[in-house]
């Protein structure tokens, strides 16, 4: 944040944030419209197909947050002993990521239970891709449950670190353990190098949906970042008034 | 004599608090030394950042050489901290209890018996489990915890807290032995009439730095 | 005079943790005298949750079996740091000369020896009250020694990183539950592969847990001492 910001600092917004906002807001207009309107119906699904369009993508953001999240820990870890900031910039990203990625997370969820009782005929299947994801949120839960503790910034902030690490290797023991259990979801519809099985206006509405809520998380994401600057800034400030106070204090009382 | 303990113009903070504020002092191996000071002068804050459980955030410290911002658990094994609290595993047995603190720094057995009786904990206690015991007793364990590690940095917060008369004189005279055999001692009372017979200096802490020094080194 | 602060090996000081854990315990009985009586009348309640279907009971002990291990486990795990955090114990752990490896491990070891009881407990808890015949005795055992490693090694991880910090009691078990479902899952399957309940990969299973375990304690091991500090 530019000096001017730091002084001015009652909101998050910049004039690149106001842009990516409306960006924001006009990409998911057209998403809407993309998917509930212009995009077929599904052969098979019906309009339920149309669940789509927010489910998959919300799970990209889901785990790419995740995994946002557990590289910024490690990048902050690293960086502790720098004497500038130590590393702080990397432990509110993973702090803003973990909160956009458990909102997702929840999306992720609610939609599939809901698509699956369209499609399925039940809100819940025990299959590898669900199962992992629940855990995720629950995971993510006592991730942001751990950075509010009350304790040294400093400590809380590398315990929640620690935390996000193992967990970064957790979840995928849980996919891995859960996939072998069963199996039952549908196949990713997305890959890289693979034949889609969803083609033509589907699949150009999925990406594009894909990209709307990508922005949508971005935005999120920076003025999450910014709240929890704001914050620090907050602490900061407060922290040298105490201490030129009680310097000032001559006969030693507080 | 090299300097036991070398803080210029620290500054510590605990959660958002500051609550060392500059302090300055410089304590020579061998002295004994009392803090006065009120409630909240950081006289515990103090005896936590020279053992290395509150972290500097700026100025200098160094405690038995080693430098306290780069590596701040590097001093502990050579550190006997006795805070308000006794430390002491509740179901185990005053000996048991006793004994693991001195394996854990690699004393031998024998000593366990050797500072049980030189603190004053009768035989007749050490095996009866901790939480059985008055609050008086349960400080002389945590106290006989430290001597048999022998340590050579002594920090001690209210040592004398629930002790009665004659246990209070004992611990001084301990602490007058540990003095003359090379330890440098740091207590905290805010006992009265003062406790500074044994102390060569007295210093007075107030707003997390020192107000009064009775004898700079 | 110099103390004589020569540094044990990280054998000797393990089982010098682990023996005082043990010792606590033994003194406390609240290991055998309250967690392993709660953890049966667990089985028990199930019981009455499934009707009494002796068919289901059959059926599903392997996985009720670890169910109540998980409770009785987490009720364990939190006993083992609140004996740390009690009178500012943990102070006295951070100033100690044992090193943080060896007090991750020793922690980890009495656990083991502590879960490894209630399992004995349990066990027969099933075999009496679920009325289940085991096919497999090898794989039944590697499975709960597998499984009881895991359960140790990840409770004191996680257990020392909610330790200190005041909502602990309600903090720790939703921070190691997701951790140990995998161990939950991996271990009632291979329970019920020796227990004749299905022809799966009971030793798969049981290989995983061993995975989880070798995995958690490795890390333990590089990040138990900067988990130690003052919260």
Redesign the interface.
């Known amino acids: 944040m530019t000096s001017t910001t730091r002084s001015n600092a009652k909101m998050t917004a910049t004039p690149a944030t106001r842009v990516l906002g409306v960006l924001a807001i006009a990409a998911t207009a057209l998403m809407a419209v993309l998917g509930l309107f212009i995009s077929p119906a599904d052969v098979i699904q019906g309009e339920a197909v149309r669940m789509l369009y927010l489910h998959v993508p919300s799970i990209w953001i889901a785990y790419g947050a995740f995994v946002l999240t557990s590289v910024s820990s490690i990048l902050f870890l690293r960086a502790r002993k720098r004497r500038e900031d130590q590393g702080r910039h990397y432990d509110r990203l993973a702090g803003s990521a973990a909160e956009v990625g458990v909102v997702f997370t929840g999306i992720t969820l609610i939609t599939g239970m809901l698509w699956g009782k369209v499609t399925w005929g039940t809100y819940w299947q025990w299959d590898a891709r669900l199962t992992t994801t629940i ?1 995720l949120f ?2 993510y ?2 991730y942001l ?2 950075r509010r ?8 902030s ?2 929640a670190a ?2 996000a ?3 970064f ?2 979840v995928p ?2 996919h891995y ?2 996939d072998w ?1 069963r199996t039952l979801h549908q196949k990713a519809s997305l890959s890289v190098g693979r034949r889609p099985e969803i083609t033509g206006e589907m699949y150009w509405t999925l990406l594009y949906s894909t990209l709307a809520v990508t922005i949508v998380a971005t935005w999120l994401m920076i003025h999450r970042y910014r709240v929890i600057r704001l914050e620090e800034l907050r ?1 900061e400030e ?2 040298a008034a ?2 030129s106070s ?2 000032k ?1 001559d ?4 | 004599m090299s300097a036991v303990v070398e803080f210029e113009k620290v500054v510590a903070v605990a959660g958002s608090f500051p609550v060392l504020t500059g302090l300055d002092l410089r304590v020579a191996q061998g002295e004994v030394i009392l803090l006065r000071g009120e409630n909240g002068a950081g006289k515990t804050s103090f005896l936590r950042s020279c053992a290395g459980l509150i972290s500097v955030s700026s100025g200098d410290a160094h405690v038995l050489g080693f430098d306290m911002r780069v590596d701040r658990r590097a001093p502990r094994r050579y550190i006997g901290l006795l805070g308000h609290e006794n430390n002491l595993y509740r179901d185990l047995w005053v000996r048991e209890h006793v004994e693991f603190r001195a394996a854990a720094v690699g004393a031998a057995e024998s000593d366990t018996d050797a500072a049980l009786l030189r603190v004053g904990v009768p035989k007749q206690l050490w095996s009866v489990p901790i939480g059985s015991l008055s609050a008086g007793q349960r400080r002389k364990v945590a106290i006989a915890s430290l001597v048999v590690g022998r340590p050579r940095l002594w920090l001690l917060d209210e040592p004398h807290a629930s002790l009665d008369s004659e246990s209070r004189e004992n611990l001084d005279v301990i602490l007058a032995e540990a003095s003359q055999l090379g330890a440098t001692i740091i207590f905290a009372s805010h006992e009265s009439p003062p406790t500074n017979g044994i102390a060569s200096r007295v210093i007075t802490m107030g707003g997390g730095r020192v107000l009064e020094d009775s004898g700079a080194s | 005079m110099e103390a004589a602060y020569w540094r044990t090996p990280v054998l000797a000081e393990t089982l010098l943790v682990a023996r005082k854990d043990l010792r606590v315990e033994w003194r406390a009985k609240v290991a055998l005298g309250q967690v392993a009586p709660l953890a049966l009348l667990i089985l028990v309640v199930l019981a009455f949750a499934l009707d009494a279907n002796s068919s289901l009971l059959e059926l599903g002990a392997g996985g009720l079996y670890w169910v109540a291990v998980l409770y009785g486990g987490t009720l364990l795990i939190q006993r083992s740091f609140d004996v740390e955090t009690d009178d500012g114990n943990m102070d006295a752990f951070r100033m100690s000369a044992i090193g943080a490896p060896s007090l991750f491990l020793g922690k980890s070891l009495a656990l083991f020896v502590q879960i490894g009881l209630l399992e004995l407990v349990l066990g027969s808890g099933i075999a009496l009250l679920y009325n289940v015949r085991v096919t497999d005795w090898v794989l039944l055992f590697v499975a709960a020694v597998a499984g009881t490693v895991a359960f140790s090694v990840c409770g004191v991880l996680w257990g020392v990183m909610s330790a200190g910090l005041r909502v602990r009691a309600t903090l720790l078990p939703l921070l190691l539950v997701p951790v140990l479902a995998p161990i939950l899952l991996a271990g009632s399957r291979a329970f019920e592969t020796a227990l004749g309940v299905r022809a799966d990969a009971g030793w798969t299973w049981a290989s995983l847990m061993f995975v989880i375990a070798a995995i958690h304690t490795a890390i333990g091991l590089g990040a138990f001492g900067f988990l130690l500090e003052e919260g």
């Open positions: 855990l629950v995971t839960l006592g449950a751990l503790l009350p304790a040294d910034p400093m400590v809380r590398q315990r620690v935390m690490l193992i967990s290797i957790n023991i849980v353990s859960v259990w602490d407060a922290l105490l201490i009680r310097l204090n006969d030693g009382s507080n």
